[in-house]
């Protein structure tokens, strides 16, 4: 039985990687470490199928130490100990290198057990992870390790792999070939960044051709059948979901409406309705704010009517909330008002209420001196009359400053008149 395609293309040296030009590119840091000879402890973070694995074989071979290789969500500690016995082998003298492949998944007990063994140099650790080390892994094992961030591959570089598969494919073949030229530029496109997911459609593409007297036939419809949402990386608990969101905001706040779609429609189309509505209702308050008061009120309208329709039909509403704060006025006045309260409140403490503000509303309470010397400000002109309302230990304290839109500089000259008028 002949192995995977994927397999068969895996390429063995750093020049046949395909991406990662940022870490493996001449002269980038992980390929001079790589050309030193000498192997530290690594970690490879990144999304499946973009050469985490082929580079840790590839090391292994040009060291000339053993590979040994576990998975995270299947090792014991005894499969630990066993690696580090390796050294004792023939094939081990020249040192171990200990590839473990989702290490996220060890427990605690497990990556202490680790620790022990590469920080006596027993054996070099390269270890990879889906998920972002720095909330996953044990900050010991961080600490005598190097991350390295491997990215998803741009289409640009999978469509020279694709090309290259299909050609292994048709040598090996007796049959005629007719492929739409445009096949396997869609396959690089629809893969999400993911070479092996790339590959493993071309091979699907070219077992599931059509025959027909003239040979083989590979159209685009093809890859579009196989591909499906392969090209949607997304993982509501994973990185990637934080990821759109965040872009999703910063999107939103930098008023890039094109941009701020396009992520909304990746979150959709994933058919997480929940979090896009969620997050808009903090923009709302976040970045539009007391720059336009009302889109609160009308983004939570759109929130309703989307989780009341459900999706597909809920695209639409929310469309309409996103193109409404994207082009609305922005003001971070109010988060930074409270944040600036927050912080007061933790570094000075809460302070005692004053006396006249405190509840009068029982008996004994003019004993004590509450509620005595409060001016109610609505029997004052213009409903506003000055008191102190911070703590005695607070009363020079301000959060707010007034933003410079339109909306909140009306506000500021209302207040300021009030004040002018009560002196």
């Known amino acids: 039985m002949s192995s995977p395609l994927a397999d068969r293309l895996r390429p063995d040296s750093l020049y046949d990687v395909v991406g990662q030009s940022h870490i493996l590119g001449e002269g980038a840091m992980l390929r001079r470490v790589i050309d030193s000879g000498s192997v530290p402890n690594m970690i490879f973070y990144g ?10 074989r590839i090391i292994a071979q040009s060291t ?17 100990r066993d690696v580090v016995s390796q ?41 990879s992870t889906t998920e972002n080390p720095y909330f996953y892994i044990y900050n010991a094992i961080l600490s005598r390790a190097t991350v390295f961030e491997f990215k998803p591959v741009e289409p640009c570089e999978i469509e020279k792999a694709v090309r290259r598969a299909f050609d292994i494919l048709i040598s090996d073949s007796s049959e005629d070939v007719n492929m739409e030229d445009e096949v ?38 093809d890859v579009l059948e196989v591909s499906q949402r392969s090209n949607m990386r997304y993982d509501r608990d994973g990185d990637m979901h934080y990821d759109i969101l965040s872009a999703f905001q910063k999107s939103i706040r930098g008023s890039d409406e094109n941009a701020a779609l396009h992520y909304l429609a990746r979150l959709l189309d994933a058919g997480d309705l929940l979090s896009p509505c969620r997050r808009l209702l903090i923009i709302a308050a976040e970045d539009i704010g007391l720059a336009y008061p009302q889109a609160i009120a009308i983004v939570k309208a759109c929130v309703d009517s989307a989780v009341q329709v459900g999706l597909p039909e809920a695209q639409i509403a929310l469309s309409q909330a996103v193109i409404l704060l994207c082009t609305a006025p922005k003001s971070n006045s109010a988060i930074n008002a409270i944040a600036a ?6 570094e000075n403490g809460p302070g005692n209420i004053p006396d006249h503000l405190r509840d009068g509303h029982y008996a ?32 020079d304290r301000r959060y707010y400053e007034f933003g410079e839109n339109k909306v909140e500089q009306a506000a500021k000259q ?6 002018e008028n009560s002196e």
């Open 184 to 221: 396997p530029a869609h396959i690089a496109r629809t893969c999400g960044g993911d070479v092996r997911k790339a590959l493993n459609a071309a091979e699907l593409c070219w077992l599931g051709a059509r025959r027909e007297a003239d040979g083989r036939h590979i159209t685009a419809q």
């Open 364 to 395: 004994g309470a003019a004993k004590l001196g509450h509620a005595i010397g409060y001016k109610y400000a609505h029997d004052y002109p213009g409903h506003y009359v000055r008191q102190q309302y911070l703590p005695d230990s607070l009363a």
């Open 47 to 56: 999304p499946s199928g973009v050469g985490k694995t082929t580079v840790a």
């Open 64 to 80: 000339g130490k053993k590979l040994c290789r576990l998975n995270g969500t299947t090792a014991s500690t005894a499969d630990l």
């Open 87 to 127: 050294r004792d082998t023939i094939d081990g003298r020249a040192g171990v290198i200990l590839y473990l492949d989702e290490i996220q998944y060890l427990n605690k007990k497990q990556q202490q057990t680790l620790l022990e063994f590469i920080e006596d140099g027993s054996v070099t650790l390269i270890a």
């Open 341 to 346: 309260a927050m912080q007061d409140l933790r």
């Open 414 to 419: 209302y207040r300021d008149k009030l004040i």
